[in-house]
């Protein structure tokens, strides 16, 4: 298992604690309850969304509980706005002297595109542009810009949250499953040609969640049958310190239905 502690000589509750954490849509939804989730297991974190009142929000109910996070602005559709996410980030997690760098990326942050959904004829083709950049290109800038420093290090976990879409093709879904099918492929590829490098990538469906994207898609769903965004973030955490002490490099999880 590889020593994700920085040489801490705190008691290790999870290979999570003290991890440096960089995790995008963190203002809302499976985002916020994840960053809460790692908080709690000791990781340091980067949280990112557009909302800047949303994130003031998650980063105090975080602190409220004794944890510690940073937050930054951006879209991550924005070219310069990733790298700029990229370099904050990393200075936030220099301490004691000791280079800062991520240890565990997540992509979370994602849109539906077209709402109401559209068939795919229906689809314009900036609509479809737009869900690629927010849920394809903004996640392939990001790893491309945190990966080369995790590569020096011999270790790192990057996450992207997908969907079951991604794999099966429902009408009205196109645009968004042919983006989270690319985020999907896009993270098996860097996991093939990092094999023996330390990386690992874990591809997670969720599931369906009780959360604003499942509202806006379905509004007349029936919300008892949503697993809520905080048993979800659970799963999705254990998920993750199982891929950090696995000797796989890629790894795909179902997390489940609600129960
Ligand atoms: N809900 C479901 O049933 C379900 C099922 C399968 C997969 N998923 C996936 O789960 C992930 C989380 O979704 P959710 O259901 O929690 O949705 P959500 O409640 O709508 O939250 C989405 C998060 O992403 C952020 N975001 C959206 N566009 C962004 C952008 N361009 N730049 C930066 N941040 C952005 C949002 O914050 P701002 O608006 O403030 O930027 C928000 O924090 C997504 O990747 C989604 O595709 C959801």
């Known amino acids: 298992m590889q020593d994700w502690s920085g040489g801490s000589t705190m008691k290790t509750m999870s290979t999570l604690t003290n991890a440096r954490v960089l995790l995008t849509g963190a203002s809302r939804g499976l985002g916020e309850e994840l ?143 042919a983006t989270k099918a690319a985020l999907e492929h896009t993270m098996r590829t860097f996991a093939a040609e990092s094999e023996g490098s330390g990386l690992r990538f874990l591809v997670v469906d969720p599931g369906e969640m009780d959360t604003r994207m499942h509202a806006d898609a379905l509004p007349a769903a029936d919300r008892s049958t949503l697993t809520p965004p905080r048993v979800a973030a659970e799963r999705l955490a254990r998920a993750m310190e199982k891929a950090m002490s696995d000797e796989a490099t890629f790894t795909r999880v179902e997390l489940g239905g609600a129960s």
Request: glycine share 10%; charged share 20%.
């Open 35 to 177: 960053a809460v989730a790692l908080a709690r297991r000791g990781a340091k974190l980067v949280l990112v969304a557009r909302g800047e009142k949303e994130l003031a929000r998650v980063r105090a109910r975080i602190a409220s509980e004794g944890g510690s996070a940073v937050a930054i602005t951006a879209d991550v559709a924005d070219m310069e706005a990733v790298h700029r996410v990229a370099a904050q980030a990393a200075a936030a997690f220099v301490s004691d002297g000791k280079p800062g760098g991520v240890d565990v990326l997540i992509h979370n942050a994602g849109t539906l595109g077209p709402s109401p959904l559209e068939l795919m004829l229906d689809t314009d083709c900036e609509d479809l542009e737009r869900a690629f950049a927010v849920n394809v290109l903004g996640p392939f800038r990001l790893t491309k810009a945190v990966l080369g420093h995790m590569t020096l290090m011999g270790r790192g976990l990057t996450v992207a949250v997908s969907s079951d879409a991604a794999v099966n093709a429902y009408p009205t879904w196109g645009a968004y499953g």
